[in-house]
């Protein structure tokens, strides 16, 4: 079994700062994919910020400037760091993992079960 723990979100005023933690763990032979999406209430998840397999790091185009993605290989884990945050930016925030589970396969998606980040004005 694999688990995606995520932590650090909570409430914080207009132009404040939140780092989110996500650790993947269990039966894990690779970590190919990780990273964050989120949703609001009545809208479609949305990415913020990837890394694919391939080593490259997609961010949300709105989002580039203020929040930086960065991960820790050996311990399967990554960060969300969010500055200068806005109202807009309150939602539940979803760590995401695309895990190949032995060297036979299979590649598996996994979903944290989400963190609550509200910005107040």
């Known amino acids: 079994q694999v688990q995606l723990v995520e932590s650090g979100g909570g409430l914080v005023q207009a132009g404040g700062s939140l780092k989110l933690s996500c650790a993947a763990s269990?039966?894990?032979?690779?970590?190919?994919?990780m990273g964050w999406y989120r949703q609001d209430p009545g809208k479609q998840r949305e990415l913020v910020a990837r890394?694919?397999?391939?080593?490259?790091?997609n961010y949300a185009n709105s989002l580039k400037g203020r929040f930086t993605f960065s991960r820790d290989i050996a311990k399967n884990t990554v960060y969300l760091q969010m500055n200068s945050l806005k109202p807009e930016d309150t939602a539940v925030y979803y760590c995401?993992?695309?895990?190949?589970?032995?060297?036979?396969?299979?590649?598996?998606?996994?979903w944290g079960q989400g963190t609550q980040v509200t910005v107040s004005s």
């Open positions: 890394i694919t397999s391939g080593g490259t790091t």
């Open positions: 995401y993992a695309e895990i190949l589970l032995t060297y036979y396969g299979p590649v598996k998606d996994y």
């Open positions: 269990g039966s894990i032979f690779r970590v190919n994919s």
